[in-house]
């Protein structure tokens, strides 16, 4: 599907003097630590924003990796934009990986940094960058927004803890991110790679939010948005916690799948910075 673009290979210590592309898509393929981080990109000279974007779960029936989910909207913005690929869908049969990673390297983390030094290349500050995402690629860019202080996040149904989601998708991840630790010991091991309030206890920062959600999808609001009302509330008086700001709507037919472009277009630009 993208063999028709520039695809940019470099090693991560090479990065920062990478000569990038503008007003014409193509891949950046960054090689670190024998892991292979994969992004969709568009830039613009004169962009005064950068739209970062997550993706979902995809078919494997349809499509491998990498997965660029809604890479065609790049026309509907004038802001430069990122999509990532989640390297965690290459260590075996998933489908849906959270950015999780290996027991020694948390993927999500790497991408932060790489998108960070793609930034400082395209003079772009972090006040200026929204993340995106719905369902798991909500999680995705709760966390990056995490990472890479003062930018925005806007989210659509997000899981904010991954071992809340449905069973059969959890263990998947877990048999192939961590293959000689039990449930149990990834369950204690990695909290802030499964709970997004665990990761902003860690960091000691909660972002800039906007979090749309359904609130006709029961098991969402039993299992990501009571536990991450009930974590923004425990959280230390010391937090540096930004806003957030919670937008629910009743669609019983659309359940947890996110709203649809046109609405989704009308929040991007109602959020971005």
Request: proline share 5%; charged share 20%; with cysteine.
């Amino acid at each position: 599907m993208f063999k028709d673009y520039t695809n940019i290979i470099v090693q991560y210590e090479e990065l920062y003097k990478s000569e990038f592309i503008y007003n014409k898509p193509f891949i950046l393929t960054v090689n670190w630590n024998n892991t292979k981080y994969e992004f969709f990109i568009n830039l613009k000279p004169n962009a005064s924003n950068l739209l970062v974007f997550g993706s979902g779960a995809y078919n494997p029936q349809k499509m491998k990796p990498p997965v660029f989910q809604r890479h065609s909207w790049i026309d509907h913005f004038e802001d430069s934009t990122i999509f990532y690929n989640d390297p965690t869908l290459y260590l075996g049969p998933i489908n849906l990986g959270w950015g999780h990673g290996t027991t020694d390297k948390f993927y999500l983390e790497d991408i932060a940094d790489i998108i960070q030094i793609v930034m400082d290349k395209i003079s772009i500050k972090s006040q200026q960058v929204l993340f995106y995402g719905s369902s798991g690629g909500g999680f995705m860019s709760l966390a990056l927004g995490g990472f890479i202080k003062g930018s925005k996040v806007l989210v659509n149904n997000p899981q904010t803890v991954v071992s809340n989601y449905y069973e059969s998708h959890v263990n998947r991840l877990f048999k192939f991110s961590h293959p000689q630790l039990n449930k149990g010991e990834i369950l204690k091991k990695f909290p802030e790679r499964l709970n997004i309030l665990e990761l902003y206890k860690k960091l000691n920062y909660v972002p800039d939010i906007y979090y749309l959600q359904n609130i006709a999808c029961g098991h969402d609001m039993k299992n990501h948005v009571t536990p991450f009302i009930s974590g923004l509330k425990s959280l230390n008086e010391t937090t540096n916690f930004k806003e957030v700001h919670f937008d629910f709507y009743f669609d019983k037919e659309l359940d947890h799948n996110p709203v649809d472009l046109e609405k989704t277009l009308y929040y991007i630009y109602k959020v971005k910075p």
